[in-house]
């Protein structure tokens, strides 16, 4: 076991239509919402530029199993985007499970009043904050990075 490594690290949820992005504080306490990268144009370039903005050590990438733990065509596409952005960052990145994680993240904005409709520009932010909140808590609770690292350009899985 080591201990919880310190610095800032972003949270990315991959949706077909948009990219949700999420950061940590240095301390690794908190996830807060940064962003909704369009996936049309050039999403990994804007990342790469969050990630130099933010000074981010780490950059988890959603997996979106299915609840048996099964690859879905969602989560090939996530593998390959985890891909592109490690071939293009000089920091790690790794692949955390996301199971539910954006449907948690419509339950917190349901609950906070918004309508689905309402909610379409940020869900993929809160899906982010939701997938690293996770990550973190399991690392501080393990003394462990949460999920797989993946190499620059991997192919999907």
Do not use: C, W
């Amino acid at each position: 076991m080591t201990a919880f490594r310190r610095g800032i690290r972003l949270g990315i949820d991959v949706g077909r239509a948009r990219v949700g992005v999420a950061r940590s504080d240095p301390d690794g306490l908190l996830a807060v919402p940064v962003e909704t990268v369009p996936r049309k144009g050039e999403p990994v370039r804007r990342i790469v530029a969050l990630a130099e903005e933010y000074e981010a050590f780490e950059v988890l990438v959603g997996l979106p199993l299915n609840l048996r733990g099964d690859d879905t065509p969602s989560t090939t596409d996530a593998r390959a985007f985890a891909g592109e952005l490690a071939a293009a960052l000089s920091i790690p990145v790794r692949l955390v499970d996301e199971r539910l994680s954006t449907v948690s993240a419509h339950d917190v904005l349901r609950q906070a009043g918004r309508s689905q409709r309402e909610s379409r520009s940020i869900v993929d932010q809160v899906a982010a904050v939701v997938l690293l909140q996770q990550a973190l808590d399991v690392e501080r609770r393990s003394g462990d990075p949460a999920g797989p690292a993946v190499a620059p350009g991997q192919e999907p899985a």
